[in-house]
């Protein structure tokens, strides 16, 4: 990469957002953000190889959020056997709160205390890296955590592999319990309309209440993580979440379905791999104040990275996929009012598509609005704009198709109160 384009990507610093009881691991993170399939070969070959490669990984599946534990462990040793891993490599670690309906003779909900199992904890240990399967994160944290706050033996035995070196990964529930400040439920409207919840007794906490904060197990050092990221529109809570959060946590990584977040941390790195990307937010400066009890928050600094893209985080510095060219005066978009998408409009406009292509990669736009309703006559106005930090980055790949980096967009979220007239004849 040459000076001017490491000039033009370096905007965003992580010096104040790394949590100061905490030092790099030499071991590493695959982070997925939900809906992993089976022939995504970037994030499987990746994980592969930094968990010994296929001949030495030793995988070690804990089903504990699971519906379905024992056939979410199947699915999962049955895409590794495909890569190359040995059959006698992966093994289940009996970890679960539900039974699975699929095992006649096994009650997989007394698997429930197998945490404090000093045996598991041992297997565990012997392994080179350890999974998580999807679910609910919830679940993951009462059989792992005490009541009392500690560690249980496997859960110690898992910090022991990613302290030596080894791979800590998960896919959507498996994902959320990475950051030390989990979001364990809510969508965002109802986080930007209630806000956050800290305490919640029941099983099942209504999505529209809020955002669910509670404590996570903490593998991910640099910020909050959030999965399922584009396609359910989560950019809202993962806004209010980390507005809560800092400044203990100024970052916030949005991670998409059947995409990777993969941090190394011998190496210091975070790398993006798979179909689509990671949303990066980050709230040093950001400002938030409140308008009839609703939030109004200004100048958070939201990134886009997605297959190839890596982020450096001792010097800050974003890079792009070494095929990627800036977009900066080439632009090949010209949408004079980009933002907004109805039932009409033929198309919609996901936050992917209003970063990269309606801003990023538009001539006749530097700023775009989005609107949300919450009810018949009052929303949230989302602003994003151009600033003299902004940078993209795009490639057209044979088979993926348009990939684009976009960093330092300025994003705003206010609430608005919304009127409908009807046209009528002059």
């Known amino acids: ?97 539900m039974d699975d309906d699929s095992t006649k003779v096994v009650n997989e909900s007394a698997w429930k205390d197998n945490g404090n199992n000093p045996r598991l904890a041992k297997m565990v240990r012997e392994c080179s890296a350890v999974w998580f399967t999807g679910g609910d994160q919830l679940r ?36 959320a319990i990475m950051s030390e400040a989990m979001i364990a439920g809510g969508n965002s409207i109802g986080a930007l309309t209630h806000g956050v919840v800290t305490g919640y007794e029941g099983d099942d906490f209504p999505e529209s209440d809020g955002v669910l904060m509670t404590k996570g197990l903490g593998f991910f050092p640099l910020g909050i993580v959030d999965q399922h990221f ?59 104040s409140y308008v009839q009890n609703l939030p109004e928050i200004e100048n958070l600094v939201v990134s886009y990275l997605d297959e190839g893209d890596s982020y450096n985080i001792s010097t800050g510095i974003i890079m792009p996929a070494d095929d990627k060219k800036p977009t900066g005066g080439k632009e090949y978009y010209h949408i004079k009012n980009p933002g907004q998408a109805g039932i009409l409009s033929g198309y ?35 602003t994003l704009c151009k600033t003299s930090q902004s940078a993209g980055f795009h490639v057209e790949r044979p088979v993926e198709g348009d990939k684009y980096t976009a960093t330092g967009i300025r994003m705003d979220i206010i609430p608005v109160h919304i009127s409908v007239t009807p046209m009528i004849d002059k």
Do not use: C
Request: aromatic share 8%.
């Open 1 to 97: 990469m040459n000076k001017l384009r490491t000039l033009l990507v370096g905007t965003i610093f992580l010096i104040s957002s790394v949590s100061n009881s905490q030092t790099p691991s030499k071991g590493s993170l695959v982070i997925v953000g939900g809906g992993l399939e089976a022939s995504n070969k970037s994030i499987f070959n990746q994980m592969i190889d930094l968990s010994g490669g296929t001949d030495k990984a030793v995988f070690a599946v804990i089903p504990s959020a699971g519906g379905a534990p024992v056939q979410s462990f199947m699915y999962f040793r049955s895409e590794l056997i495909s890569y190359g891993v040995k059959p006698e490599n992966i093994h289940l670690i009996p970890v679960a709160l």
């Open 140 to 175: 993951t944290m009462k059989t792992l955590i005490r009541p009392d706050g500690s560690k249980t033996p496997v859960l110690e035995a898992v910090w022991d592999v990613f302290n030596a070196g080894g791979v800590v990964g998960g896919t959507s529930a498996g994902a």
């Open 230 to 288: 584009n396609k359910r529109a989560r950019i809202g809570r993962l806004a209010v979440a980390l507005m809560h959060e800092k400044p203990r946590f100024n970052l916030g990584f949005g991670v998409d379905e059947n995409t990777a977040l993969i941090y190394i941390g011998s190496k210091n790195l975070v790398k993006v791999a798979g179909a689509a990307g990671v949303t990066l937010i980050n709230a040093s400066n950001a400002r938030i």
């Open 348 to 382: 919609s406009n996901s936050f992917q598509d209003l970063i990269t292509v309606n801003l990023i990669d538009n001539k006749d736009a530097d700023t775009i609005h989005n609107l949300s309703f919450y009810n018949q006559d009052s929303g949230f106005l989302v």
